[in-house]
């Protein structure tokens, strides 16, 4: 079972952008398709992103589209989201995971880090 790593977050203003990391503890995240998720309070955890094992297919909610940008570097064992024009509705705390694509299901023996605090007010 991969250990997640999540780094990058932070409080900003509304059209700000923030780079989020996902490594992976004691392992490699090479083998692995990843998904973003996030959960605000008083919210369920919804999918943001996610990405193939190889990079070459991406998927994004809706919400997100053309404003976020999931990438990764298997030579670094680090999976990204790149989140632009930020919103308040995009506050919340962030985690990544493995999981299925292309429907971004959390694998049946994936597993959650601390996760990464995003705020966005002005």
């Known amino acids: 079972q991969v250990q997640f790593v999540e780094s990058g977050g932070g409080s900003v203003q509304p059209g700000t952008s923030l780079k989020l990391s996902c490594a992976a503890s004691?392992?490699?995240?090479?083998?692995?398709?990843i998904g973003w998720f996030r959960q605000a309070p008083g919210k369920q955890r919804e999918g943001v992103s996610c990405?193939?094992?190889?990079?070459?297919?991406?998927y994004y909610a809706e919400s997100v589209k053309g404003r976020f940008t999931i990438s990764r570097d298997n030579g670094k064992s680090t999976v990204y989201l790149q989140m632009n024009s930020l919103k308040p509705e995009d506050t919340a705390i962030y985690h990544c995971t493995t999981v299925r694509v292309p429907h971004c299901i959390p694998t049946l023996d994936h597993s959650w880090g601390q996760g990464t605090q995003v705020t966005v007010s002005s």
């Open positions: 004691g392992g490699s995240l090479d083998n692995y398709a």
């Open positions: 990405i193939s094992t190889d990079g070459g297919n991406t």
